[in-house]
């Protein structure tokens, strides 16, 4: 683990995206910024502009219209920079896999790094993703 | 040589390393601060140099299409030049008084607002709606307390006898004792400590950036190397603008250790105090920050200088 990756992991700002979730998962990543868990204290701050993003929290089904929004958002984000699917609809569209207007699921659409299972994720299912990401960074991929 | 040893002075100490580091620890102190009033444990002390060096050295720098490079990118490195500018200026005159010279004072105050104008026309250039709200409102914020702040800072001059220079202001209390022990040197201070807080951009003068309704405002557009060093500018600020509260209202920077430990009580003095504003304080429109500048603290403000005409 070298310098880079000592800081790739030690600051993380993430950048909520939602595609049409049923905001229970956006609730939630809201949660994990309160006192009990705060996230924070490992440096993992929630912004404003997909511009200052290093990680994009992806939450919800992934419906049509919201496809070229989310690649354009990827495409926005300053590399190096990781994705997560949130909870069972982003990782797999969950129980709206068979709905008229979900064409793809998130990793059809741009590469995801890790998911988190869950609806919605607990907090701690949260946790355990985040130490998966940082292993992912550590390891240098 | 002596080219050498102002570069010196300005890159390393007391120039842009020296006040960028107590900055970015400063600012360490505020996200702590916040984090204990909310009842949660807060970011390690390095936290923020983690930020900074991620932005700096291993984040892409995106660059929004159709905009003038020169200006976007630009425009950080103004703000970084002149708060660091001013860095330099304050705690060199600090430690040599005669390196004085008649209207420094008023030099200060115009560098001081060289970030906000950068950051102004930063946002601008962006070429995003959002950038260019939070570039107004904080061109009107910048109205707003520069008056205030203007006729704040005659206190410590009329108080020292009408000396525009920071270096008699520093012996003027050396003889006379503290500025802030005064009626008017108190009441000019809390006016002061309000202005810091809208220069500064901290609640509930966030409104140029205010992360709920316009996202991050005027840095918006900003990635990589340009955020990174709109973080410095923002660090350099937090260290230079209560040392320049110390140097106006309790004498400057002492040269002996138990001044100085005292000096830095005072240093996080005035920031708990602005960290604690910030936390207990809601974020005001624009209007209300504009009446609220040009109203009750300009009266306060000329309060105090009538108080400090008259002596007292
Ligand atoms: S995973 Fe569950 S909680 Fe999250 S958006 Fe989908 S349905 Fe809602």
Known sequence: ?141 | MKAFEYLFQFLVFPGFLFSAAVGLLAGWVDRLLTARVQWRKGPPWYQNFADVIKLLFYKETVIPAKVSKVIFLGMPLLALAGATLVSTAILVINASPKASFLGDLIVIVYLLMIPAISLMLGGFASRNPLASLGASREMKLMLSYELPFIIAVLVPVIKSGYAIKLGDIIMSQSVNGHIIGSASGAISFVVMLLCVQAKLGYAPFDIAEAETEIMAGVYIEYSGKALGIFKLVKAVMLFVLPVLMIILYFGGIASDAEGFVRNIFQYILILALIVVIKNTNPRVRVDQAMGFFWGPVTVLAMISVALAYLGW
């Open chain 1, 1 to 141: 683990m070298g310098f880079k990756e000592k800081i790739l992991t030690k600051s993380i700002y993430a950048f909520h995206v939602s595609s049409g979730s049923c905001n229970n998962c956006d609730i939630e990543i809201l949660d994990c910024l309160t006192p009990r868990f705060d996230l924070e204290r490992f440096g993992i701050v929630l912004v404003g502009s997909v511009k200052h993003a290093d990680v994009l929290l992806c939450t919800g089904s992934t419906n049509t219209l919201c496809v070229p929004r989310i690649k354009q958002l990827y495409e926005d984000m300053p590399k190096p920079g990781f994705v997560v699917a949130w909870g069972a609809c982003g990782s797999s569209r969950g129980m709206f896999k068979d709905s008229y207007n979900t064409g793809a699921p998130l990793d059809e659409i741009i590469p995801v790094d890790i998911y988190i299972p869950g609806c919605p994720p607990k907090p701690e299912a949260v946790i355990a993703g985040i130490k998966k990401l940082l292993d992912k960074v550590n390891s240098g991929k």
